[in-house]
């Protein structure tokens, strides 16, 4: 496997389908809806069919998980995550706030990520074992030690109204406990924002692979401890993730765990 090639498509697929991102950003009046506030753009459409092209063409026997296509076969061994726009409600209200997310997963575990913010420029990068870039300068995770000095971010999920309980005691509890709370509407970028060491801890539950897989290992290879809210390891079919500094991890699950207060 060679895992320059793959980062080196991998870019290339991201910058294509980022263009077209750009291309239809604040230029579009078609918007459809795939459940009550889960949208979609004809730009999440080209996006994705320009990115599964530019793999393709690359590696026309692996497999593609992509968002708005499904499951296309290929060798499992060696899988597509993509995710053509994530933040796509962000998008579709021409907030600059979303992202084309990649990754590259061998035997069902990631090894290559990149998340890329086609408005801002920023790219996120990963290689398992190779740590974490922006921009191709290195990353880390932040220092603090208590959520008192964190500033956290999260996201609510799309069929809010089914678990509204769970989910806002959660937020509540941890607004009582943090120095802040961010709500972005990406958890690509989430993720990477806590890789940078722009917020301390994330966490959201009942998202989809191509929603974590490329962030997750850049998170990993930046620092971060990712697990689901009980303390498990995290997979990205998992529905709960937690991504943290490390150092706060412990204090999250607690904050998480609403079982144990009940």
């Known amino acids: 496997m060679d895992i320059e090639r793959i980062k080196q498509i991998g870019i290339r697929a991201a910058y294509r389908g980022g263009e077209i991102l ?7 009046t078609t918007v459809n809806k795939k459940g009550i506030i889960d949208l979609v753009t ?6 994705e069919q320009a990115i599964v092209e530019s793999i393709r063409s690359a590696f026309p026997n692996h497999s593609i998980l992509a968002e708005e296509a ?10 597509w995550i993509i995710d053509p726009l994530d933040g796509t409600t962000n998008f579709a209200h021409s907030l600059s706030i979303f992202a084309v997310s990649i990754a ?16 801002s420029g920023e790219m996120f990068t ?30 609510f999920p799309y069929d809010l109204e089914k678990m509204t309980s769970g989910v806002l005691d959660r ?21 990477c924002y806590v890789a940078c060491g722009r917020f301390d801890g994330f966490w959201e539950e009942n998202l989809k692979p191509w929603d974590t897989a490329a962030g997750i290992l850049i998170a990993r290879e930046a620092g971060a401890h990712i697990t689901d809210f009980v303390g498990q390891p ?3 079919e998992k ?8 150092h706060i991890h412990a204090e999250m699950l607690s904050l998480l765990n609403i079982e144990d207060t009940k």
């Open 234 to 236: 995290f997979d990205i």
């Open 22 to 28: 750009k291309r239809h950003f604040g230029h579009f």
């Open 126 to 155: 990963a290689i398992e074992n190779q740590g974490a870039y922006l921009n191709n300068h290195t990353i880390a995770v932040s220092t603090a030690t208590t959520a008192r000095d964190s500033l956290l971010v999260t996201g």
């Open 42 to 47: 004809v730009a999440d459409i080209e996006s």
């Open 104 to 119: 590259f997963a061998y035997q069902a575990k990631p090894v290559f990520g990149i998340v890329l913010n086609p408005s």
């Open 239 to 246: 529905k709960q993730i937690l991504a943290t500094n490390g």
């Open 70 to 79: 499904g499951l296309l076969e290929g060798d499992a061994e060696k899988q």
């Open 171 to 191: 937020f509540a509890r941890c607004l009582a406990a943090a120095q802040g709370i961010r709500r972005l509407g990406s958890a690509a970028l989430d993720l």
